[in-house]
């Protein structure tokens, strides 16, 4: 560490450990954020006002949504290699994949997502969510900002007037510390909230991952971006910071949702503690 530091001529160089737990310790930190998001899922789709609709919700219009679907997945899966573009700043790091863990549930396709960052999510059931997972320790104690660099698109359509249709979903950032049952970070942010749609109306969007940030409400000073998020790391603590997408549908007949993520890769940026006396 003192010999990097002298190299660089800064006292200050990142240090940085990406050692993995074993598989035991790996599964059972996933089984905790899993419980974790089927109670976030859960909570947040008390707030649709229908019934889950049935297990087959593409209905009578299921021809043109899965026209819709099956263009929409040509497009990312025959697009051209993407241009990354990563501005990096002085004394930070770049990781990226393959991440450590991944997970999904629901229509959300996170198969492999640790060896490439997507996710990708369709509304066809009431609850997705996926995500990729890495962990992180320092031999020193640093405050670490974390960002990730990828983006993310949505959108969503109705093929027929859909007055009782509710979906929303949206990204976050969670993070565990040393295999707890409790995160000591969550936020997400809502992305799209649709309250009714009609015919043939629909939405996109899109952006940076980091940038996402729920819309303004009233009496509020301004959107609150998903990231930087800034922890502290001390020697023998070692952080799972999960980056992850969700959605919710009731389903109704003729709508249909789609949300993906792409994050390749990190920024970490460490800083000598910050005490406010």
């Not at 910071?241 to 789609?258: F, P, R």
Request: proline share 6%; with cysteine.
């Amino acid at each position: 560490m003192e010999d990097l530091a002298q190299l660089f001529g800064r006292a200050d160089v990142l240090a940085l450990e990406r050692e993995a737990p074993g598989r035991t310790t790996r599964d059972t930190d996933v089984e905790v954020f899993t419980q974790y998001i089927s109670g976030e899922l859960a909570r947040q789709t008390e707030e649709l006002d229908v019934p889950v609709a049935a297990d087959e919700r593409l209905g009578r219009h299921g021809s043109l949504l899965r026209r819709t679907v099956l263009h929409r997945l040509e497009e990312r899966i025959g697009a051209v290699a993407r241009d990354i573009n990563f501005t990096i700043g002085t004394g930070c790091r770049l990781i990226g994949t393959p991440y450590d863990v991944e997970y999904s549930v629901g229509t959300a396709f996170g198969f492999g997502a640790k060896h490439d960052g997507e996710v990708v999510s369709i509304s066809t059931e009431g609850e997705s969510a996926g995500g990729v997972g890495f962990y992180l320790g320092s031999p020193a104690e640093v405050d670490m900002s974390i960002t990730p660099q990828g983006t993310y698109a949505f959108s969503w359509f109705a093929a027929a007037d859909a007055p009782d249709w509710r979906s929303f979903g949206g990204l976050g950032i969670t993070i565990y510390a040393d295999g707890e049952s409790d995160p000591v970070f969550t936020r997400q942010v809502r992305l799209w909230d649709v309250r009714g749609a009609g015919l043939l109306q629909g939405g996109t969007g899109k952006g940076a991952f980091a940038s996402a940030s729920s819309p303004v409400q009233p009496g509020t000073f301004g959107p609150i971006p998903l990231a930087p998020v800034i922890v502290r790391l001390r020697p023998g603590r070692r952080l799972l910071v999960w980056l992850w997408s969700w959605q919710i549908s009731n389903g109704v007949d003729g709508t249909l949702a789609m949300l993906s993520m792409d994050v390749p890769a990190v920024q970490l940026c460490g800083s000598p503690p910050l005490v406010i006396r």
